[in-house]
């Protein structure tokens, strides 16, 4: 590589390491000076505007007013410029993008994403997910090299999604029958299960209308990836149940498994409905997996990755828009419950 | 006391006793299962790093847990080949992310620090309304931003990577994504900093204003010194997620070899070299290096940025 650009931009990645916070800090202490000069009663009324003020221009400008753009841009033709308010309407197609995205069910359209999304990630990504996590959690609490092993479940989490694409690329690697086979997957299904090699990113059992196998392939290192996540949480609340009432239950003469049933699990309830709807947020946007793996072919499209396509490769905006819209929709119910959680532990503060 | 110890057997017995054996042998199945998971959890990591060592003609005929049998032939070649091929890119994308993602981490945090404060600690209308606003933000998916920012970039703007090249300026090609991921970032970063700052207490404040310490004294003599670990578990976690974020950077600066994080040229690399090619296992080990290192450093604060916001998307 050519360490000549390695030299020319280190000392930008200097300046803005200390130039942003003394920029920001500079801006603070500047806003303080004004602030001073108002008369007392007006300086609660201004000051928080100035703390807040940056960070809510960049929400704004970044999340809130494209989000709302998008939703006009779902309405519009492709040669609409949603940033230009005076062409809005001019190229209104009502709800055809939407239409397109919905027409031949169900394997037309953004079908295959929309059910890959909402039912086979959705229920199997956070079932998995929350099984393994809570089965880590139980077992791993009850040894002495819980911190060790629980570093090593909780590994993957730090690497990106493109390498855990990878790591499962080797792991589903397929080769002709008879010949030697190089997938871990595959070398125990032959000779574990004498069964043919299983080609499992392509495979569409059970049907092609209903492709179980490749789907849960992709899932699979999805899950691989993200149980130590829901490990970790539901450890720390396992660790916040007392052990007076554990050791109550077994005094009353109840076996592990049902302390585990009638105790830990309805105490352990609210922080796995915390993780969950975590996990679902985290399947309906499911992508990077899906892009470095099948690129969304074989029936395993995603709506995120369906977004992006129908964005570069199909340069269709307005129908981008529109699956990004179906995306929301999805989210929203999740949002909602999220919004009331909250809304509820303030309530308790 | 912890769970963990109340499953302890109770080993009053002496060693080596009867009911010393018969207390540990009943939990042989307890480690057998424990340890069966972690290493059955670790095959898939286990087998690229084998595969990453062992010659093209090695990966392609057999399996990668044959490699033990013969182990002379464990070879550094896929790193040297993937790391000195001018094609591939990859010292050049290794330094490209962290050009991403250091600014990327601090612009979010040190923006999210100082919005975070009034939330946790003035009165001002509208508040609560805002927070609730950033909390469901958190849950809402980035593609429904994308067109919007990108054609603002590209057609009011005109920062294409071309054109932000062209003005010879250091880290300017970056700085839309910068300013992305600094929007992205802070529902997560104040949600988290607010949350924190609210939990000192409130003491601490009072005595420092009987004291006429003012906003600012405040700030930075009392909250900021106290919030080293919040900081710090935010800092981790959002360099982790733009270092490990593909779609964001695919986005906004697509696959131009000079400004393509890691985790966008990787995934080129799949399509140019082919999938379950031998440098592609060097190429993935070699993108974890960062992660790996900068997590198993400061775990703790990791995890403790994972409890603290489980609703980051």
Redesign the interface.
């Known amino acids: 590589m050519d360490f000549s650009l390695l030299l020319q931009d280190i000392p930008t990645l200097l300046v803005v390491i200390l130039g942003v916070p003394v920029v920001l800090a500079a801006y603070i202490v500047g806003g303080e000076y004004l602030v001073r000069r108002l008369p007392d009663k007006n300086r609660p009324q201004v000051r928080p505007w100035i703390w807040v003020g940056p960070a809510l221009i960049l929400v704004a400008a970044y999340l809130l007013i494209p989000a709302i753009l998008t939703a006009i841009q779902s309405l519009e033709s492709n040669n609409v410029d949603v940033l230009d308010p005076g062409t809005w309407g001019t190229n209104f197609v009502g709800f055809k993008n939407f239409a397109r995205q919905f027409a031949d069910f169900p394997t037309g359209g953004a079908w295959v994403a929309i059910r890959n999304n909402v039912i086979f990630w959705l229920i199997f990504y956070t079932i998995f997910t929350l099984i393994f996590g809570l089965i880590l959690a139980v077992l791993f609490d009850r040894v002495k090299y819980e911190q060790f092993v629980k570093s090593l479940i909780f590994m993957p989490m730090a690497i990106s999604s493109v390498a855990l694409g990878l790591i499962w690329d080797f792991m589903y690697e397929y080769q002709p029958p008879g010949e030697p086979q190089t997938g871990t997957m595959n070398a125990l299904v032959t000779t574990l299960f004498h069964h043919d090699p299983v080609s499992w990113l392509q495979d569409q059992w059970p049907g092609e209308s209903f492709n179980l196998l490749n789907n849960l392939a992709l899932i699979g290192a999805a899950t691989w990836g993200i149980t130590g996540f829901a490990m970790v949480i539901l450890s720390a609340a396992l660790k916040g149940i007392p052990g007076e009432l554990l050791e109550a239950a077994r005094v009353d003469g109840a076996g592990e498994i049902t302390v585990f049933r009638r105790v830990i699990l309805p105490l352990m309830m609210p922080t796995i409905v915390v993780v969950g709807t975590t996990l679902v947020i985290f399947a309906l946007k499911a992508f990077d997996v899906v892009y470095v793996m099948t690129s969304g072919n074989y029936n395993t499209d995603v709506l995120a990755y369906r977004m992006y396509n129908q964005l570069y490769l199909a340069s269709n905006s307005g129908g981008a828009s529109a699956v990004a819209i179906i995306l929301l929709v999805a989210v929203v119910p999740v949002l909602i419950f999220n919004l009331r959680q909250f809304r509820a532990v303030e309530a308790r503060r | ?8 057997p109770t080993s009053s017995a002496t060693m080596f006793s009867p009911r010393w054996i018969a207390d540990h042998l009943s939990r042989w199945p ?2 057998i ?3 069966g ?2 290493a059955a ?5 286990i ?2 790093l084998v ?1 990453s060592f062992r010659p093209f003609s090695g ?7 044959t490699a033990f049998a013969n182990p002379t032939t464990f070879t550094i070649s896929n790193y040297t080949q993937v790391l000195s091929a001018g094609t591939t ?1 990859l ?2 994308a290794f ?1 490209n992310s ?2 991403i993602s ?2 990327a981490t ?2 979010p945090v ?3 620090a ?2 975070a ?3 946790a600690w ?3 209308p509208g ?2 309304g ?1 927070f ?1 606003a ?16 990108l ?2 970039y590209v ?2 703007l005109h920062w294409t990577t071309n054109n932000l090249e062209a003005t010879g300026i ?2 300017l090609p970056w700085v839309p994504l ?3 991921h ?3 970032g ?2 997560f970063s ?1 949600y988290l900093l607010a949350n924190f700052f609210r939990a000192l207490p409130s003491d601490l404040f009072e005595s420092a204003e009987i004291d006429g310490a ?3 004294t405040v700030f930075f003599r009392i909250v900021l010194p106290l919030s080293v670990p919040a900081l710090a578990s935010l800092v981790i976690f959002q360099f ?1 997620w733009v ?5 964001v950077a ?2 906004y600066v697509g696959g131009t070899p000079s400004v393509a994080p ?2 966008v040229n ?2 080129g690399l ?1 399509t140019s070299l082919g ?2 090619s031998n440098l ?2 060097a190429a ?2 070699f ?2 290096i960062v ?2 290192i ?3 450093s400061l ?1 703790r604060y ?2 403790r940025g ?2 603290a916001g ?2 980051k ?1």
């Open positions: 006391m912890t769970v963990a110890a109340a499953a302890q307890l480690h299962a424990v340890i998971l972690t959890w670790m095959v898939p990591t087998g690229l595969s990966q392609a005929t057999s399996g990668w847990w890119n010292g050049q330094f962290f050009m250091v600014p601090v612009l040190s923006i999210g100082f919005a404060y009034p939330f003035m009165k001002f508040r609560n805002l609730l950033l909390v469901g933000l958190l849950a809402v998916p980035l593609q429904l931003t994308f067109i919007p920012v054609s603002f057609q009011h250091p880290g910068w300013l992305a600094a929007g992205y802070l529902p104040i003012g906003t600012l982790l270092w490990n974020d593909l779609l695919l986005i890691l985790t990787l995934a799949t999938q379950g592609l296992t993935a080990f993108s974890m992660p790996l900068v997590f198993l775990q990791f995890v994972i409890l489980s609703v998307g």
